[in-house]
Protein backbone atom coordinates (compact mmCIF):
# COMPACT_ATOMS: atom_id res chain seq x y z
CA UNK A 1 0.00 0.00 0.00
CA UNK A 2 1.19 3.30 -0.95
CA UNK A 3 1.00 6.24 1.54
CA UNK A 4 0.90 10.07 0.21
CA UNK A 5 1.20 12.16 2.91
CA UNK A 6 -0.60 15.31 1.81
CA UNK A 7 -0.06 17.20 5.05
CA UNK A 8 2.95 19.95 5.81
CA UNK A 9 4.32 17.96 8.54
CA UNK A 10 6.24 14.73 8.77
CA UNK A 11 4.27 11.79 10.01
CA UNK A 12 5.85 9.44 12.71
CA UNK A 13 3.95 6.41 13.12
CA UNK A 14 5.19 4.27 16.18
CA UNK A 15 4.77 0.97 17.06
CA UNK A 16 5.61 -1.31 19.83
CA UNK A 17 8.81 -0.70 22.14
CA UNK A 18 8.50 3.67 21.82
CA UNK A 19 10.10 4.31 18.72
CA UNK A 20 8.89 5.49 15.27
CA UNK A 21 8.76 2.39 13.11
CA UNK A 22 7.95 4.76 10.06
CA UNK A 23 8.62 8.23 8.80
CA UNK A 24 6.36 9.79 5.75
CA UNK A 25 7.72 13.08 4.91
CA UNK A 26 5.38 15.37 2.84
CA UNK A 27 4.65 15.07 -0.65
CA UNK A 28 4.81 18.18 -1.60
CA UNK A 29 1.47 18.85 -2.32
CA UNK A 30 -1.08 19.90 0.47
CA UNK A 31 -4.92 19.03 0.74
CA UNK A 32 -6.85 21.84 2.39
CA UNK A 33 -10.49 22.44 2.53
CA UNK A 34 -11.55 26.33 1.37
CA UNK A 35 -12.84 27.91 4.24
CA UNK A 36 -14.70 31.49 4.53
CA UNK A 37 -14.89 33.52 7.45
CA UNK A 38 -18.26 35.66 8.50
CA UNK A 39 -18.28 38.19 11.03
CA UNK A 40 -22.26 37.70 12.48
CA UNK A 41 -24.07 40.47 14.12
CA UNK A 42 -23.04 39.06 17.40
CA UNK A 43 -21.01 40.11 19.81
CA UNK A 44 -20.23 38.35 23.81
CA UNK A 45 -19.21 40.20 26.42
CA UNK A 46 -16.81 38.56 29.00
CA UNK A 47 -14.93 40.19 32.10
CA UNK A 48 -15.42 43.03 30.61
CA UNK A 49 -14.33 42.01 27.23
CA UNK A 50 -16.27 42.38 24.16
CA UNK A 51 -15.37 39.61 21.50
CA UNK A 52 -17.30 39.09 17.79
CA UNK A 53 -18.59 36.02 17.16
CA UNK A 54 -17.56 34.55 13.37
CA UNK A 55 -18.89 31.81 11.71
CA UNK A 56 -17.29 29.93 9.00
CA UNK A 57 -18.17 28.14 5.91
CA UNK A 58 -16.23 25.78 3.88
CA UNK A 59 -16.06 25.27 0.70
CA UNK A 60 -14.55 22.96 -1.76
CA UNK A 61 -11.11 20.70 -1.15
CA UNK A 62 -8.06 21.68 -3.31
CA UNK A 63 -4.97 19.67 -3.76
CA UNK A 64 -6.32 15.77 -3.04
CA UNK A 65 -5.74 13.37 -5.92
CA UNK A 66 -8.52 10.96 -8.09
CA UNK A 67 -8.30 7.94 -6.20
CA UNK A 68 -5.62 5.11 -6.78
CA UNK A 69 -5.57 1.48 -6.26
CA UNK A 70 -3.07 0.73 -3.55
CA UNK A 71 -3.19 4.17 -2.35
CA UNK A 72 -4.07 6.00 0.93
CA UNK A 73 -3.79 9.84 1.36
CA UNK A 74 -2.74 11.23 4.57
CA UNK A 75 -4.49 14.66 4.93
CA UNK A 76 -5.90 16.70 7.93
CA UNK A 77 -9.48 15.33 9.88
CA UNK A 78 -11.00 18.32 8.84
CA UNK A 79 -10.25 17.56 4.80
CA UNK A 80 -11.04 13.20 5.69
CA UNK A 81 -13.96 14.35 7.09
CA UNK A 82 -15.22 16.46 4.06
CA UNK A 83 -13.74 13.90 1.93
CA UNK A 84 -15.90 10.83 2.73
CA UNK A 85 -13.62 9.06 0.84
CA UNK A 86 -12.33 5.05 1.70
CA UNK A 87 -8.89 6.08 0.69
CA UNK A 88 -8.35 9.16 2.41
CA UNK A 89 -6.86 9.23 6.53
CA UNK A 90 -5.04 11.24 8.56
CA UNK A 91 -3.47 10.40 12.20
CA UNK A 92 -4.78 9.30 15.20
CA UNK A 93 -3.66 8.24 18.47
CA UNK A 94 -1.34 11.06 19.27
CA UNK A 95 1.88 10.24 21.40
CA UNK A 96 3.09 12.91 23.26
CA UNK A 97 5.98 13.58 25.12
CA UNK A 98 6.38 14.37 28.80
CA UNK A 99 5.86 17.96 27.85
CA UNK A 100 2.28 17.11 25.96
CA UNK A 101 4.01 18.04 22.77
CA UNK A 102 3.25 15.42 20.00
CA UNK A 103 5.91 13.57 18.78
CA UNK A 104 3.91 11.02 16.48
CA UNK A 105 0.88 8.80 16.61
CA UNK A 106 0.23 5.08 16.55
CA UNK A 107 -2.83 4.68 14.01
CA UNK A 108 -4.23 6.15 11.10
CA UNK A 109 -7.96 7.09 10.81
CA UNK A 110 -10.71 6.49 8.07
CA UNK A 111 -13.89 8.03 8.01
Not at 37 to 62: P, Q
Request: proline share 3%; net charge neutral; hydrophobic share 40%.
Amino acid sequence: MKLVNLTTHDIKLWGDGGKAKLIILPSGTVARLETRRFKTCMEVVSDGVTIAVWRTEYGLITGLPEPQADTLYIVSALVREWARRDDVVSVGGFIRDDKGCIIGVDCLEVG
